[in-house]
């Protein structure tokens, strides 16, 4: 359900530039705050979240790699990254290592119970994200998909104004 102020401001005709862009924000906040949120309720039981799953997977993926690669790797910044990996360790479900080529830095890798839970995650996952998305039809999505991705490019090359 959406709130009343975004629906108010979506509704709004007229040339108000303003309106029509900040609706706009406020509408894929919503959608992401929403989506974001039923996720992490199904994965709650496992003790991730959406970022600690994304994390599990990266290490799959990339296998072990530096808390510098994973921020690198996923946008995030490093005092949220420190506490994903703080979170994830205390529940077992990756190790720092000592990095074999640099004795000061460590090598973030997932433990078996991190293999397991994220096997289980991405069963959960699959079956919220097919509650949440798979109304879209096959080229719906991958319209969507690509909207979201442009936008994303988009806005990481933005310039800010200073001022």
């Given at each position: 359900?959406?709130?009343?102020l ?11 530039a303003?309106?029509?862009?900040v ?18 309720g ?8 959406v ?10 993926l990339?296998g072990?790699?530096?808390q510098?690669?994973l921020i690198d790797?996923s ?8 506490r994903?990996?703080?979170e994830l360790?205390?529940?077992g ?13 460590y090598?973030i890798?997932?433990?078996p ?15 919220a994200g ?8 096959p080229?719906?999505?991958?319209q ?11 806005t ?5 104004r200073n001022g």
């Open positions: 359900m959406l709130d009343d975004v629906v108010r401001i979506l509704a709004e005709d007229g040339d108000d303003a309106l029509r862009h609706g706009l924000g406020m509408l894929l906040a919503t959608a992401h705050n929403q989506s974001r949120d039923a996720m992490n199904e994965l709650r039981a496992l003790g991730v979240d970022r600690g799953l994304s994390m599990l997977l990266a290490l799959e990339y072990p790699s530096s510098r690669r790797l946008g995030i910044d490093k005092s949220t990254m420190v994903i990996v703080d360790e205390e529940g479900l990756v190790r720092r290592e000592r990095a074999p080529q640099d004795r000061r830095a090598s890798t997932l433990t119970d991190g293999e397991r839970t994220l096997a289980s995650a991405r069963r959960i996952a699959a079956d097919e509650r949440l998305f798979g109304w879209l039809g080229g719906e999505r991958d969507f998909v690509g909207l979201l991705r442009r936008l994303a490019e988009h990481a090359n933005y310039p800010q």
